[in-house]
Every structure is written in C-alpha cells, then in structure tokens.
C-alpha cells in the first residue's frame, strides 16, 4: 500500500521560511514525478512545484519562483519544499505527490496534507 507522510508545516510570520517534507513508501518510484500542490480555502487545489526522477529538472508556478526550492533524494522515496520568504497568500493545506509525468490528478498518489499558515 503506497503511503505519503509530510511533515514540517506550521504557522510562520509574514518573511519566514518552512521546510516542508514528504516520504513515500509502499512501493517503487523510479521514474517518478514527485510535487507540491497547494489549496487555500475556497480554493482548488493549484501546482506549486515539481521534480523529475532523473534528471532532477524543476518546475514552479509563477507565484512561488525563487521563493520556493523543490529536492528530492531518490534513495529515501523523499521530496522536499523550501519555502523562503513567505507571504500570507500563502497560506493554505500542502500536498505532496507522486506520479508518472502526465498522469491525470485521480492517478496520482497523494499525501494526507499539512497546514501552512503565514501570518501578517
């Protein structure tokens, strides 16, 4: 059974920086995408950023560049989001993934989400 369990979320003043993480187990993800997505309330949920397996090429939405870094370590299933001068907009429930590149959100497998919370 595939399982995605984040970690390191919280509430941080407006300027701050959090370093959430992401471990997957349950099975194999060689050539696996591995992604950050966001939802705010009364929102849906958006992309914030994305790595591939091999080469470790990025993507971020335009909202979180150079702000937000994206790693992964491929020998411990895990990915990683550095986020670096946070604003309130923010805030919202983060998801990782895991997925093969282009594969519809109902293919993916996603973790359980861990709140962010920047204050002002």
């Known amino acids: 059974q595939v399982q995605l369990v984040e970690s390191g979320g919280g509430l941080v003043q407006a300027g701050g920086s959090l370093r959430l993480s992401c471990a997957a187990s349950?099975?194999?993800?060689?050539?696996?995408?591995m992604g950050w997505f966001r939802q705010a309330p009364g929102k849906e949920r958006e992309f914030v950023a994305a790595?591939?397996?091999?080469?470790?090429?990025?993507s971020y939405a335009d909202s979180v560049k150079g702000r937000f870094t994206i790693s992964r370590d491929n020998a411990k299933n895990s990915v990683y989001l550095q986020m670096n001068s946070l604003k309130p907009e923010d805030t919202a429930v983060y998801y990782c993934?895991?997925?093969?590149?282009?594969?519809?959100?109902?293919?993916?497998?996603w973790g359980q989400g861990t709140q962010v919370t920047v204050s002002s």
């Open positions: 349950g099975r194999t993800f060689s050539s696996f995408d």
């Open positions: 993934a895991v997925y093969r590149s282009g594969a519809p959100t109902q293919d993916r497998y």
């Open positions: 790595i591939r397996w091999s080469p470790l090429i990025t």
